[in-house]
Nanobody
Framework: QLQLVESGGGLVQPGGSLRLSCLVS????????IYWFRQAPGKERELVAS???????EYEESVKGRFTISRDSAKNTWYLQMDSLKPEDTAVYYC?????WGQGTQVTVSS
């Protein structure tokens, strides 16, 4: 069984930055994908970014050029660097391998 724990959320002003972390334990391997999702109040959960074993990344259109997904295999930790944040980025952010999910971390972008 896999455990994923997100951290790094918080309150930030528009234009600011945050870096989310996803610590993975239980089955450490870089042979699979890690995804970052988010869910805003009253909206469905949406895929924000993904990174595969080879390092190939994909992003949802609205975050391209602002968010960067990365990993540190030695630390079993995946990251989501979020720059130029906008109020519409406000949501609970989750990491997942497609089967297991973390508990989520709240990101609020507000002045």
């Amino acid at each position: 069984q896999l455990q994923l724990v997100e951290s790094g959320g918080g309150l930030v002003q528009p234009g600011g930055s945050l870096r989310l972390s996803c610590l993975v334990s239980g089955r450490t391997s870089d042979s699979w994908y890690i995804y970052w999702f988010r869910q805003a109040p009253g909206k469905e959960r949406e895929l924000v970014a993904s990174i595969g074993r080879t390092g190939v990344t994909e992003y949802e259109e609205s975050v391209k050029g602002r968010f960067t997904i990365s990993r540190d295999s030695a630390k079993n930790t995946w990251y989501l660097q979020m720059d130029s944040l906008k109020p519409e980025d406000t949501a609970v952010y989750y990491c997942s391998d497609g089967n297991y999910w973390g508990q989520g971390t709240q990101v609020t972008v507000s002045s």
